[in-house]
């Protein structure tokens, strides 16, 4: 009697749980009545873009985040915001190269060579206006975050690019960081702690930038962009700059290389109602975005954003190389499926984003000499080239 009650329990959740998944959008999802199964209601998670049964233990989703025929939410509610600059491989390389300049040691370099590999690897058009420099330790001594900071001649164009890993002491914090819990985070949600800490030391120093080219050009169009553990500082800037009002959502896009999980679903959800035109580029094999894990102990711990630009290739990547484009926040058609390699020839794919050796890929065309002056913008330090 156990066996058939445990079987025919079987036959109908099972039942329930194909008839929900077969609905491959939002308003299927939640009306389709016509199976039998479908008196047990169906749900749409917005994170995944998919469809589940009461009680799938494949549903990312929290309950506050699912739309079903009786919550307060609808479908049209959970729908991201248009995307007005479409991915663009050209831009990315050009992003992809200030991501390199961010690895440079202004303090070691000849300020007039910085001006001459910028002209001749970005565009004459462009000029560095200064590095920021801030105090991210969690828990070492492990060194400092940074970005450098960008603008066109026409000063219509900011680019904005944090720098990656720089110091073995980074890893150390990073890794406790990650691993020890989260913290709440401006827009909704939580991320992880090491992230939250940092942005908290760099954030109001490029916002104070940002905010002075925009004084200077209402109509800027601002470009943040990362590589690696500056991909999630991008993230989180890209998101707060927009959630606080500085940039208009239609004004800014994102650009990360290789970035981390950065924070939790719900976090995850605010990002992708915020951030219109984001774009998270991976390549295959990279096991970078992958460290943080998406679930701990079978629990849903870490959430990546949504629109990830997936090339599928162990080859340097070019504009001109191909990729796909995954909608979903944890979409197994892109990265997420890919066995986790930590081979020197995997960690070697980390560096493999649209030029040679991302983070060494600028730093040897720059000559020692005559480093830039330095100064201060609020708590961080900062070297500004002359115009």
Known sequence: MVLRYLLLSGLIFGGVWAACFVNKDCGKCIQDKESFFDVFGCRWCPLT?????FGSVKNSCADKHQVTEDNEKTCDSVEEPPVTLPYDPYMAQILAKWCSLSYVQPELKDEDSIKSVVASQIGSSYRVLEYIYSNCSLLL????????????????HLVVAFRGTF???????????SLTGMEDFAIG???LRYNGHAHEQMYPCVKSIVQEQLNKNPNLRVSIT??????????LTASHLIFDGVVAQSKLDLYTFGAPRVGDRDF????DRIVANSWRVTIKKDPYPQVVPHKLLTVFFAF??????????TDQTTPTSSYRICLGNEDKSCLRDEPLCLSDACRFQHGNY??????????????????????????CKIYVLSS
């Not at 995850?268 to 990002?271: E, H, L, R, S, V």
């Not at 990546?304 to 290739?313: A, G, L, P, Q």
């Open 167 to 177: 110091y073995p002491e980074q890893w150390v914090e990073q890794i406790v960081g």
């Open 141 to 156: 001594n492990s060194g400092d975050c940074a970005s450098v900071v960008g603008i066109s001649d026409t000063g219509d």
């Open 189 to 191: 949600g939580e991320v």
């Open 268 to 271: 995850a959800d605010a990002f």
């Open 49 to 53: 873009r998919s469809c589940h049964a």
């Open 304 to 313: 990546h954003s949504k629109r990830e630009v997936f090339y599928d290739t």
């Open 226 to 235: 990362g590589h690696s553990l500056g991909g999630s500082h991008a993230t």
């Open 354 to 379: 649209l030029v040679p050796d991302l983070p060494r890929y600028i730093d040897p065309m720059i000559s020692t000499g005559t480093a830039a002056p330095t100064a201060s913008r609020g708590q």
